[in-house]
């Protein structure tokens, strides 16, 4: 009996054994069954070919006579220009082969050989003479590019010669307009055709309606072998308000809107995309007339500085849409290097840095005898009036130098006004801003006629030698010796400059890394999930 309940016993632990196994082995097969179809489902999704974009204001997409910055944007897409930007703002060789400078106003370019329009018709020297012309013939965006062409010669089918009317410091930046084809608008008026452009980019148009433009892969385009692209299709919804094409973006109809709009949270809200934000060019500063007697004194020009508390005024009067600049090119440009600022916001230096040179604190001024005659820190600060935001920023300037003894005097002057002074620099503090140039051209802030009235032999020395480099690294070197220059002798405050914002679905993926020139850099690699 007892032998027997011993053998059901171990019968029972066989089976259940046995059906361990089974139910292992069936629970791996599944998992492994549902890991397929997980994998297949994720296959599925990981991939969609096409990228939505939106257009408010559409007029039309040819480059050179559109005013629609969205559609400028895009154009980079479509149309290339001789030289290029990369991402940190150096200059690069696109349609052109080579360049070169054969005098202060001669350039010699070169296109690549079998370079073609997606029709695969050839793009010659003729085609960029052409647009160089119809730049010349009415007014475009890229205009200014050429102002100072006064004549373009075709060498050969691949060469051409252009003659400027005067020196124009790093005008190699200025081939950065895109190329048109001569052939394909022949015996018709370019400013008035209704053609779809010929193109020579990674795109091309497919067709273009009331509703929509569409892109599609350029097999024409001589990096196609180089590069393959993700997205086969990009599509362009075109909106009548950019009120509408915010919505659109809100709702998940776009994948990418940019925009300098200070206020976007408010029409986008927060949450839903990612955003990826980027120094813009617009720099704003304090302009020093150093022909100033009081002003002409280093010391006091570097008081002035240390008393500005620039984080505040960006805080205060910008918030997070812009940042504290230090000098012209620090928006991305591959030329600066940042430098130790002796002279940084410290309201307690900025009293010894006076006391220091003899300045003494009375009567609730900074004041000095000299040749007989008591000079005082009291000075003009001219601003804009039209411009609310730096009419507050100036205010802010004015408190925060009366309370180390500087006193400030703000003069709020009409548009055509403040166009005088800046004309005539009879000013003694001015509070400006400049749309500083892609190049590493320094001329607006250390040259003979610059703003400031600035005379230092080695800065006009250095700018000079600039304008005839080509090298990156000799660049960099002179332009890191005048940013010490800027930095120690003050004839300008930089303050803050403002961001560009780019915001994209989560579901487009990719390297996103625009800057000014571009938003697209890395495209090739993007696509939508």
Do not use: H
């Amino acid at each position: 009996m007892k032998q027997n309940f011993f053998k059901y016993i171990f019968i029972l632990v066989i089976i259940a054994l046995i059906g361990g196994a089974i139910y292992f082995i069936y629970s791996n097969q599944q998992n492994r069954v549902e890991g397929a179809k997980e994998e297949n489902k994720t296959n599925e999704i990981q991939m969609i070919d096409n990228m939505r974009l939106g257009v408010s204001g559409y007029d039309t997409m040819n480059p050179l006579i559109s005013n629609n910055k969205a559609i400028l944007e895009i154009s980079k897409l479509l149309f290339e220009p001789l030289l290029t930007i990369t991402q940190d703002y150096k200059v690069e060789l696109d349609l052109a082969k080579e360049w070169s400078k054969t005098s202060d106003t001669t350039y010699i370019i070169k296109l690549k050989e079998d370079l073609k329009w997606q029709d695969g018709s050839k793009i010659t020297a003729e085609d960029v003479r052409f647009t160089i012309d119809r730049l010349k013939e009415n007014k475009s965006v890229y205009s200014y590019n050429v102002a100072q062409v006064v004549g373009v010669e075709s060498l050969d089918n691949v060469t051409i010669k252009i003659t400027l009317q005067k020196e124009v410091p790093f005008f190699e930046y200025n081939l950065t307009f895109p190329i048109m084809s001569k052939e394909y608008y022949s015996g018709e008026d370019f400013f008035t055709s209704t053609k779809i452009p010929v193109v020579s980019g990674k795109y091309r148009i497919e067709s273009i309606d009331e509703k929509n433009v569409i892109l599609v892969p350029n097999q024409n385009w001589w990096k196609k072998e180089q590069e393959t692209l993700k997205l086969n299709k990009i599509i362009i919804n075109r909106y009548e308000s950019v009120g509408e094409m915010y919505k659109n973006f809100k709702i998940g109809n776009i994948d990418l809107i940019a925009s300098n709009n200070p206020n976007l949270e408010e029409y986008i809200g927060t949450i839903g995309f990612n955003t990826k934000q980027y120094l813009g060019r617009q720099q704003d500063f304090l302009a020093i007339n150093c022909e100033n007697a009081i002003l002409s004194k280093v010391e006091v020009r570097q008081a002035i500085k240390q008393s500005i508390d620039k984080t505040n005024i960006v805080a205060s009067v910008y918030r997070s849409n812009y940042e504290v600049s230090d000098f012209p090119l620090d928006y991305g440009s591959y030329t600066y290097t940042k430098v130790e600022d002796k002279f940084k916001y410290d309201a307690t230096a900025a009293n010894k840095t006076l006391t220091d040179n003899g300045w003494e604190y009375k009567n609730k001024v900074w004041q000095k005898k000299e040749n007989y005659k008591t000079l005082k820190l009291d000075f003009d600060l001219i601003v804009q009036s039209s411009n609310e935001n730096r009419v507050r920023v100036a205010e802010i300037i004015k408190s925060q130098l009366e309370q180390v003894g500087i006193k400030i005097t703000i003069k709020k002057v009409n548009d055509s006004q403040y166009q005088k002074y800046l004309e005539n620099k009879n000013y003694e503090l001015i509070l400006t801003g400049n749309y500083n140039s892609l190049s590493p051209d320094l001329t607006t802030y250390f040259g003979e006629e610059n703003l400031a009235n600035y005379q230092n032999e080695s800065s006009r020395g250095l700018v000079k030698e600039l304008n005839n480099l080509t090298d990156e690294k000799l660049i960099k070197e002179k332009i890191q010796k005048l940013n010490e220059i800027y930095q120690e002798q003050v004839p300008y405050i930089s303050l803050y400059r403002a961001k560009e914002t780019v915001a994209y679905s989560q579901k487009l993926m990719g390297d996103m890394k625009p800057n000014f020139y571009s938003l697209f850099y890395n495209i090739s690699g993007w696509y939508r999930q």
